[in-house]
């Protein structure tokens, strides 16, 4: 309690830069919530699904590699899947399938996480902005007034940039702490993504024949 009751002073000492610093502090909480379940639920056990799409083509049961896939929808299943439709197709076929279904899936991973670099870099320069503005208000503050008034009025100044420059900061460093964990795991499921459709490619190409054998539909 003694932590938020210093927080909550220094937010009130801060001047109005603090309130713009909060908006940032709120977008990039709502950003990594959006983003981290998201990214969570796009997740898949690359090398399990692997297995399970192996076991299947190998076999020549298309439609149960298909089931796989449609069973666990994920961005890397629905690329996959794409392709897997077009298994009586040419190669280039399978991969152009693959390739458009990317399209679509790869921005939605991708999305919004830039962002968070911007707003982090938006606190902070917004906290050197209230700062510049706290001293500028400090100084012309003390115009015409006794020493002591000068010292007196010059120190809540101060103080009031200096509260600005923390929180801005603060922000800052969430901001850039948030990115870099989530450009890693959208980094890592992109990575996933063109390794298993690379290989699923190699396997529909390998195992075409016991594919397209009347009872493998």
Request: hydrophobic share 45%; with cysteine.
């Amino acid at each position: 309690m003694g932590f938020l009751k210093e927080i909550s002073a220094s937010f009130n000492e801060g001047g109005w830069g603090m309130w713009v610093i909060l908006v940032a502090l709120i977008a990039i909480v709502a950003i990594t919530v959006e983003r981290a379940v998201y990214l969570f639920k796009a997740s898949v056990d690359k090398d399990k699904l692997l297995a399970l799409l192996k076991s299947q083509i190998m076999s020549g049961n298309v439609q149960g590699a298909i089931k796989v896939c449609s069973g666990n929808p994920t961005p890397m299943t629905r690329i996959v899947q794409a392709g897997l439709m077009k298994f009586n197709k040419s190669d280039t076929e399978v991969q152009a399938a693959m390739d458009e279904a990317a399209l679509r899936e790869l921005p939605r991973i991708n999305a919004r996480t830039p962002y968070l670099g911007m707003l982090a870099n938006f606190a902070v320069l917004s906290g050197l902005l209230g700062t510049i503005s706290g001293m500028i208000t400090a100084f012309t503050g003390v115009a015409g007034k006794s020493q002591a008034e000068k010292a007196t009025e010059l120190a809540r100044g101060i103080g009031e940039a200096l509260h600005c420059t923390r929180f801005g900061i603060g922000v800052c460093l969430l901001g850039l702490l948030t990115f870099s964990l989530l450009s890693g795991k959208t980094t890592r499921i992109t990575d996933d993504i063109n390794e298993v459709t690379v290989q699923v490619v190699n396997l529909v190409t390998t195992h075409r024949a016991q594919m397209q054998q009347p009872g493998a539909m």
